[in-house]
């Protein structure tokens, strides 16, 4: 088993940046690969990006390359994972999610909710 | 970027009905998809990975299938506890993409 933890809400001012954790416990063997998913109120699911630090790779969704950063602590088993998000404005309100595969199971962190308001 | 059109957008049923939802790629993704739930308020759970194999303690009720550029997912009689969002992702190609969502209401 495997749970994700992430920090805390985050109220922003436009043009500010956001930084959200994400810190998977359970198999403490394994490199888990992160993804990044983000939700504004009332819409749907949109992927973000994700990093598979055993590989030094990152991927990002083209709506955000620029603007997002994400990464992962350098121990041997990467634990933990970073989502940087920067020129906040209004219209990146949303819950933030991360979520990672162990195995064929699917887990996802209990979401992080940035409002960028002035 | 590939696209994932869902269809319908949106969904009225019964409980005990049988209803199907579909995701279409807009290039071939083999069996690259997963299938999500979102009830208001929860996280997204995963139904289906790989386009058909049901996640350890899903319901047999649910069902996915397809692959190239059509899948499909199906529930076989709707209880109470399925009306919600769901939403499907493909994972061959990046950026993973989601489909726009199917609401699925209470008629």
């Known amino acids: 088993q495997v749970q994700l933890v992430q920090s805390g809400a985050e109220v922003k001012n436009p043009g500010s940046s956001v930084k959200v954790s994400c810190k998977a416990s359970?198999?403490?063997?394994?490199?888990?690969?992160f993804t990044w998913v983000r939700q504004a109120p009332g819409q749907g699911l949109e992927w973000m990006g994700r990093?598979?630090?055993?590989?030094?790779?990152?991927?990002?969704a083209q709506k955000f390359q620029g603007r997002v950063t994400i990464t992962a602590d350098k121990s041997t088993t990467s634990r933990t994972a970073y989502m940087e998000l920067t020129s906040l404005r209004s219209e990146d309100t949303a819950m933030y999610y991360c979520?990672?595969?162990?195995?064929?199971?699917?887990?996802w962190g209990q979401g992080t909710l940035v409002t960028v308001s002035s | 970027d590939i696209q994932m059109t869902q269809s319908p957008s949106s969904l009225s049923a019964s409980v005990g009905d049988r209803v199907t939802i579909t995701c279409r790629a807009s290039q071939g993704i083999r069996n690259d998809l997963g299938w999500y739930q979102q009830r208001p308020g929860e996280t997204p759970k995963r139904l289906i990975y790989a386009a058909s194999s049901l996640q350890s303690g899903v319901p047999s009720r649910f069902s996915g299938s397809g692959s190239g550029t059509e899948f499909t997912l199906t529930i076989s009689s709707l209880q109470p506890e399925d009306f919600a969002t769901y939403y499907c992702?493909?994972?061959?190609?990046?950026?993973?993409?989601f489909g726009q969502g199917t609401k699925l209401e209470i008629k």
């Open positions: 979520e990672t595969d162990w195995g064929n199971f699917n887990f």
């Open positions: 992702l493909q994972h061959n190609t990046y950026p993973h993409t």
């Open positions: 990093i598979i630090p055993s590989l030094g790779t990152v991927n990002y």
């Open positions: 359970g198999d403490s063997f394994t490199s888990y690969i």
